[in-house]
């Protein structure tokens, strides 16, 4: 039970992570959010393994570690790059089959859930995706592109991935895990920033919401690290994976955003898949 708790509460908070994201990002710049949050990430994260005190990854964690830094850029760069010329409606879906990836991971490991839980990680799944989907004002009939698609399946394995990695460094440290991830990831962007120096625009009512997504993004990876220690991967990366849904329910509270239909029959399915796997 405690690792259930623990999935929806990185789910929680990467969703709520990636609301804020999205308001700074239009208030400021997508390259401030993405470097100060990144900053925020790698002080806190560094204080934790300070405070802890425990001993450093073992060669295998710190591979695994490094990896899902990598992992991290990858999904972050291809997931922004597909929206940058397609829609939500089409590019969110498709990133979202992502957590099939650490499913069949766990599966082939021998993982075994009971029917009860995997019949609810079916409807999770299948509501996450429909939760995903954003009605655009410039939707009609959009035909995805063939490049959209591509990039869109790039993000959804680098993201896929980067659930098993943190999974597999978590089983030495998820701490330490993190940071490193969380290390490699902030010096592959301050490197791409330093090349391209956009500006930042940066605010100073902006700049504790931005670090609020600092601490929330690794808080989730954390919180996921950990609950993949104390239950199966399959079952919580699929509970993880339901950030779209707190995403699109915050934006429906604060911005009062209307969700579309296929959207509300998601967000219920998501919830009715989590009873289901919380009562198995």
């Not at 002080?43 to 991290?72: D, E, H, M, Q």
């Not at 990695?165 to 991830?181: K, L």
């Amino acid at each position: 039970m405690l690792a259930i708790l623990l999935s929806l509460l990185a789910g929680l908070s990467i969703g709520t992570g990636d609301f804020l994201a999205g308001t700074q990002a239009r208030r400021t710049s997508l390259w401030a959010v993405i470097i100060v949050s990144q900053i925020t990430g790698f002080v806190w994260t560094l204080a934790v393994v300070a405070i802890r005190g425990t001993s450093f990854l073992p060669p295998a964690g710190l591979l695994a570690a490094l990896l899902a830094g990598l992992t991290a850029v990858v999904g972050i760069a291809a997931s922004y790059g597909a929206l940058s010329i397609s829609v939500m409606s089409i590019v969110g879906p498709i990133q979202a089959t992502g957590v099939a990836i650490p499913v069949l991971w766990g599966l082939a490991l021998g993982e075994r859930p009971g029917v009860l839980q995997a019949v609810g990680m079916g409807i999770a799944f299948a509501g996450v995706v429909l939760a995903a989907r954003e009605k655009s004002a410039g939707e009609r009939h959009v035909a995805p592109g063939r490049k959209a698609v591509l990039i869109s399946l790039l993000a959804a394995v680098a993201i896929g991935f980067n659930y098993v990695c943190y999974a597999y460094a978590a089983r030495y440290d998820p701490w330490w895990g993190v940071f490193v991830a969380r290390a490699t990831s902030i010096s592959i962007f301050l490197v791409a920033f330093a090349a391209v120096r956009p500006r930042l625009r940066l605010t100073a009512a902006a700049v504790l919401p931005i670090m609020a997504i600092g601490v929330l993004d690794t808080g989730s990876n954390g919180l996921f690290s950990v609950a993949s220690t104390l239950g199966y991967l399959s079952v919580v990366s699929v509970l993880s994976a339901v950030y779209p849904v707190f995403t699109v329910i915050l934006a429906h509270l604060f911005f009062h955003e209307r969700l579309s239909r296929p959207q509300q029959i998601g967000v219920a399915a998501a919830l009715a898949g989590v009873g289901m796997i919380a009562a198995g």
